[in-house]
T-cell receptor, first 113, second 115 residues
Framework: GDSVTQMEGPVTLSEEACLTINCTYTATGYPSLFWYVQYPGEGLQLLLKATKADDKGSNKGFEATYRKETTSFHLEKGSVQVSDSAVYFCALSVADSWGKFQFGAGTQVVVTP | SAVISQKPSRDICQRGTSLTIQCQVDSQVTMMFWYRQQPGQSLTLIATANQGSEATYESGFVIDKFPISRPNLTFSTLTVSNMSPEDSSIYLC????????????FGPGTRLTVT
């Protein structure tokens, strides 16, 4: 079945450091891919998305490129801030189940001043 | 996008009781979902709430334990029945299918503690 694997956390970084969170997927068909962010005590917010191969999603300085050849959708940010501390979830839309998602386990990111 | 609210935001309940969580959306939506997020874990889909018909439950979740209603295109409820401490989780509703797109938008969640 469809699945998402993302790197384990916590990832601890200093402010202004570069962030990469790896995400790989297994899917039948051609899923859409998403990154969500969950700040402490809140629900999930859509951070960015990509709907087809080679698409690049970007938002708030974060980027991720849909790589079909490596079945990956790694999240990157060039210079993190303390306010980026959160849990990040990679997700895909499940084939033949319109609207249903498969989520990765989540990666906690802690940015220190 | 859509603005989604949930009530209550948190609750502490005794084992054996039931709690009904409400999810309200500011616009009509095609798809509504209910998820459970256990402490420190990812999201697990409980069911798809279908307007005007019975919800579609995922493996491991049953209607007797998690009855769901969806009387219209902007509102749904999830009841957690006969609660035990293992039901302590965050329960999130989400909506999808806006403008035909796949992304889902999430409510703020209901943090449930069962003692």
């Amino acid at each position: 079945g469809d699945s998402v694997t993302q790197m384990e956390g916590p990832v601890t970084l200093s402010e202004e450091a570069c962030l990469t969170i790896n995400c790989t997927y297994t899917a039948t068909g051609y899923p859409s891919l998403f990154w969500y962010v969950q700040y402490p005590g809140e629900g999930l917010q859509l951070l960015l998305k990509a709907t087809k191969a080679d698409d690049k999603g970007s938002n708030k300085g974060f980027e991720a490129t849909y790589r079909k050849e490596t079945t990956s959708f790694h999240l990157e940010k060039g210079s993190v801030q303390v306010s980026d501390s959160a849990v990040y979830f990679c997700a895909l839309s499940v084939a033949d189940s319109w609207g249903k998602f498969q989520f990765g386990a989540g990666t906690q990111v802690v940015v220190t001043p | 996008s859509a603005v989604i609210s949930q009530k209550p935001s948190r609750d502490i309940c005794q084992r054996g009781t039931s709690l009904t969580i409400q999810c309200q959306v500011d616009s009509q939506v095609t798809m509504m979902f209910w998820y459970r997020q256990q402490p420190g874990q990812s999201l697990t889909l409980i069911a798809t709430a279908n307007q005007g018909s019975e919800a579609t439950y995922e493996s491991g979740f049953v209607i007797d334990k998690f009855p769901i209603s969806r009387p219209n295109l902007t509102f749904s409820t999830l009841t957690v029945s006969n609660m035990s401490p293992e039901d302590s989780s965050i329960y999130l509703c989400s909506v999808g299918g806006l403008a035909g797109a796949y992304e889902q938008y999430f409510g703020p969640g209901t943090r449930l503690t069962v003692t």
